[in-house]
């Protein structure tokens, strides 16, 4: 069962407007999450992160959102560009038996269109 | 800083021969991650090292996977006997955390997509 969900896997913007990507998770222990970006034959990379001590964390254009009573996270991108257009992912980190390792929902496609 | 190198970039192969793919993490990074991504799994953890001691493997998928990490610069996954269904992008990353530490940022390699045939 899939522990971090990212349920759209793709979403199509248009140019300067913005994209919200959305994402949920089912463990309530999971205090710390990231958000990844991956453009193709490219591995991802880290954009975005936010501790469950907060509920917004922001840089530039990027905005992360935590409700941490909906288990729901969401990243927002303002203005939307054509080069945001990538595969995004949400990854939790587990602080459990694997001493903090992340785990990935399977990614949202953003489509920026000019 | 040249990042996390993988290779070969692309692997063509034919089910029952060996594959081979290999890592150099960043330097001085503590912590290396192999991942597996398909269409219908994601990207999957298949093992991670702390100090090139191998912490946690449940993410490999059978005993046809292996992993080593000699040393602090180098590792190795090896697939033996490959099986089409292990056709995938495999990702390494390495993280500058210790034992302990909350630094949970991965450094992602290019990826190796591998075919198996």
């Known amino acids: 069962d899939q522990q971090v969900k990212q349920n759209s896997p793709s979403l199509s913007v248009q140019e300067g407007r913005i994209s919200i990507l959305n994402c949920d998770y089912t463990?309530?222990?999971?205090?710390?999450f990231l958000w990844y970006k991956k453009y193709p034959a490219e591995g991802p990379t880290f954009l975005i992160s936010?501790?469950?001590?907060?509920d917004k964390n922001e840089d530039g254009r990027f905005t992360v959102f935590l409700n941490k009573s909906a288990k729901h996270l969401s990243l927002h991108i303002v203005p939307s560009q054509p080069g945001d257009s990538a595969v995004y992912f949400c990854a939790a980190v587990d602080y459990g038996g694997s001493q903090g390792n992340l785990i990935f929902g399977k990614g949202t496609k953003l489509s920026v269109k000019p | 800083d040249a990042g996390v190198i993988q290779s070969p970039r692309h692997e063509v192969t034919e089910m029952g021969q060996e594959v081979t793919l290999r890592c150099k993490p960043i330097s001085g990074h503590n912590s290396l991650f192999w991942y597996r991504q398909t269409m219908m799994r994601g990207l999957e953890l298949l093992i991670y090292f702390n100090n090139n001691v191998p912490i946690d493997d449940s993410g490999m998928p059978e005993d046809r996977f292996s992993a080593k990490m000699p040393n602090a610069s180098f590792s190795t996954l090896k697939i033996q006997p490959s099986e089409p269904r292990d056709s995938a992008v495999y990702f390494c990353?390495?993280?500058?955390?210790?034992?302990?530490?909350?630094?949970?940022?991965?450094?992602f390699g290019p990826g190796t997509r591998l075919l198996v045939l």
């Open positions: 936010i501790s469950s001590i907060k």
């Open positions: 990353a390495s993280s500058p955390r210790g034992a302990g530490s909350h630094q949970e940022t991965q450094y």
């Open positions: 463990n309530s222990m999971f205090d710390y």
